[in-house]
């Protein structure tokens, strides 16, 4: 057949490689539309760059700690640890407390706090009108 000449190992491996590209189909659509979603106004590219950096930092931490833990390096895993979550916190810190940002971003919000509330008015409005209907109706 066409898959004899593979071992086990190998069938097994290429199962898991099948199964999450089909996990991750659907995952991706997903992650597309939020990412939509979030980048709408100014202030969603703010929080998709704090998101992204934010995992990223994450990512190469975790990347770097698993290397010398592993590995026979010679230096102090505490000088290593200490060093990365100060750079990263410092910087996201700053990204997040940015003037400039979060003036964008109270701007943002309140148009879609003012946009909510007229919404909900003609809503309102709407439905007086047909509770005023049904109650003609029923006379």
């Excluded at 290397?67 to 910087?91: D, M, P, R, W, Y």
């Excluded at 509330?117 to 109706?137: A, Q």
Aim: proline share 1%; net charge neutral; glycine share 4%.
């Amino acid at each position: 057949m066409l898959f004899d000449f593979l071992s086990v190992k190998d069938v097994i491996v290429l199962n898991l490689i099948f199964l999450s590209s089909i996990i991750m189909i659907p995952l991706s659509v997903w992650f597309f539309y939020e990412v939509r979603k979030i980048c709408e106004k100014a202030s969603g590219f703010l929080v998709l760059g704090q998101v992204t950096f934010l995992f990223l930092s994450w990512g190469s931490f975790i990347t770097i700690f698993i290397i010398f833990a592993f590995t026979q390096a010679e230096i102090s895993a505490l000088s290593l640890i200490l060093t990365i979550v100060v750079g990263f916190l410092g910087t996201i810190t700053g990204m997040l407390f940015n003037q400039d940002a979060l003036k964008r971003t109270y701007q943002d919000r309140m148009v879609e706090r003012e946009e909510r509330v007229e919404d909900y008015d003609i809503w309102l409005n709407e439905s007086k009108t047909l509770l005023k209907e049904m109650k003609k109706l029923r006379r």
